[in-house]
């Protein structure tokens, strides 16, 4: 194994030279005046890539889960109803934190491919004329499928059925990455972590939360200490953490910030659908097909891609490791053996991506796939010849 190959599975990313020197930091006393300094403007600068400016921002030490937790017993009651569509891994994995809480899950099933179900919640949430229902949930990015679901339909699935319930919005593989619009799509709480988009190690949930969220705070009786917003806002009102905070990780957060809008915001997003567009070139190319079961559902973080009748994609991403060096992603849950996912996300070029598509193709054609070597390839070349432009790299792997 190498560390010179870059991982294609999406999350934990690739972390840029920039960021790793970031996080390489001796301890530094997180009650010093320093610490503040540096904490509250990452706070700030956050709400720039959530979208909102009249949301708050709250980072805990934890990965993406955690932040999923925190959303739910900072805001609800135990036997409080919730809405959420299951569509692949990652809503899976909601909908079962959720029912371990003792919420009352109203579960919308949808086919694996698609989207969030947001005609079918406009229905359920007409339907629900006493207002039962506390809280919708949707998963922007499913990384288990390659989907990406249109969250603004699902505001307007609420604001069409004149529903108070709160929007809940798992943006883990998508924050940093595309274009997300807390603010304009009416999001409670939108749940990330760091080590997607942001592309540093994993280790901190952040959230961004709406001041209708914090309103609900008070009521919600569901036990929470470690994740209690109530502590974390107290302290971070005066700089601070109410336990010891991932220093190296928020130095870390400080640059990965500066290198994003360094880059720009909208750039990062045209990069990823560039990089995106020509992974799905390829995969067209090879004859293979894609879980997304349409266009506008196709995430420009990740794609999973079906094999062919008869092939296990356990035994492609296990070759492609241990042959060359590469993990690619594996299918998960109703996807494990017949799909394997291409993480393109976080910090990557045109050339990192092609030397993916070669080697995915490298291991297909060992195992007697029925792909023509260098199809793919030639096909995200072709696509990305044709829309590149020129630009000056500077020498720690950011983009200018
Ligand atoms: C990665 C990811 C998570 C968080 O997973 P953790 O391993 O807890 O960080 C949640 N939702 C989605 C869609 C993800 O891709």
Same mark, same amino acid.
């Given at each position: ?201 994993? =280790? ?9 969220? !914090? #309103? /609900?705070? @008070?009521? $919600? ?124 996300? =976080? ?9 993916? !598509? #070669? /080697?995915? @193709?490298? $291991? ?37």
């Amino acid at each position: 194994m190498t560390d010179q190959n870059p991982v294609f599975i999406p999350g934990p990313t690739n972390i840029p030279d920039r960021l790793l020197n970031a996080m390489h930091m001796q301890t530094r006393d997180h009650r010093a005046p320093d610490f503040v300094d540096t904490f509250a403007p990452v706070l700030r600068d956050c709400k720039r890539v959530f979208g909102t400016e009249s949301g708050e921002v709250i980072i805990f030490p934890a990965s993406g889960t955690g932040g999923w937790e925190a959303s739910i017993t900072n805001t609800l009651s135990p036997g409080d109803k919730v809405l959420i569509g299951r569509y692949g891994m990652f809503s899976h994995r909601w909908i079962d934190m959720c029912q371990r809480h003792g919420l009352d899950v109203q579960i919308v099933e949808c086919a694996w491919g698609s989207g969030a179900p947001a005609d079918k919640f406009a229905e359920v949430l007409l339907a629900d004329s006493n207002q039962e229902i506390k809280a919708v949930l949707a998963t922007h990015n499913e990384t288990a499928t390659g989907v990406k679901s249109d969250i603004k339909a699902v505001r307007d699935a609420l604001d069409s059925a004149h529903h108070p319930a709160m929007l809940f919005v798992d943006c883990v593989s998508s924050l940093a990455s595309m274009p997300f619009e807390m603010d304009r799509w009416g999001v409670d709480i939108a749940v990330s972590g760091s080590q997607k988009g942001f592309m540093l190690s994993t =280790g901190m949930a952040i959230l961004g939360v709406s001041q209708k969220a !914090l #309103a /609900a705070m @008070e009521a $919600a009786q569901l036990p929470r200490t470690f994740f209690d917003f109530r502590d974390m806002m107290a302290a971070n009102a005066s700089g601070g953490f109410p336990y010891t905070p991932p220093l190296q990780l928020i130095y870390g957060l400080r640059e990965s910030l500066d290198m994003l809008f360094e880059e720009g915001l909208d750039n990062v997003y045209a990069r990823h659908y560039r990089l995106a567009e020509g992974v799905r070139q390829a995969v067209r190319a090879w004859g293979l097909k894609l879980c997304a079961t349409s266009p506008e559902l196709y995430s420009d973080t990740v794609s999973a891609i079906y094999v062919p009748e008869g092939f296990d994609s356990n035994e492609l991403t296990a070759h492609a490791f241990n042959k060359y060096g590469i993990s690619f992603g594996i299918g998960l849950g109703e996807m494990n053996g017949k799909a394997f996912r291409i993480g393109h996300l =976080g910090s990557l070029t045109d050339v990192m991506a092609l030397s993916g !598509l #070669a /080697a995915a @193709e490298m $291991a297909m054609a060992d195992l007697n796939y029925p792909i023509e070597l260098g199809s793919g390839v030639r096909a995200a070349q072709n696509y990305y010849r044709s829309t590149a432009t020129k630009i000056a790299i500077d020498h720690q792997g950011g983009v200018s």
